[in-house]
């Protein structure tokens, strides 16, 4: 069975910085785009992140361009969100996505 389980969430201070993990199990990661997805109180799920197979091109939404970095490392296979210099708006429950099928159960992140 895919699994995929988040950490790394927590409370912190706006400008602070957050490292987020997932790690993913029961299907060959090495092969698979992921991708990072938040949700705010009240507010649509929003992609945050994606990263390709192969190469590992990173695409990120606009508010966290700079900010924040994807990345993978296929031979433990864990995806990873860098964030850093972070604001309220950036509270929310952080999934990571396999393919944009599967979803993990969430972390979340409280800049506060």
């Known amino acids: 069975d895919v699994q995929l389980v988040e950490s790394g969430g927590g409370l912190v201070q706006p400008g602070g910085s957050l490292r987020l993990s997932c790690a993913a199990s029961?299907?060959?990661?090495?092969?698979?785009?992921m991708s990072w997805v938040r949700q705010a109180p009240g507010k649509e799920r929003e992609g945050v992140a994606r990263?390709?197979?192969?190469?590992?091109?990173?695409y990120y939404r606009d508010s966290v361009k700079g900010r924040f970095t994807i990345s993978r490392d296929n031979a433990v296979n864990t995806l990873y969100l860098q964030m850093n210099s972070l604001t309220t708006e950036d509270t929310g429950a952080y999934y990571c996505?396999?393919?944009?099928?599967?979803w993990g159960q969430g972390t979340q992140v409280t800049v506060s």
């Open positions: 029961g299907f060959t990661f090495s092969n698979v785009y």
């Open positions: 990263i390709a197979t192969g190469s590992g091109n990173a």
């Open positions: 996505a396999a393919c944009g099928r599967y």
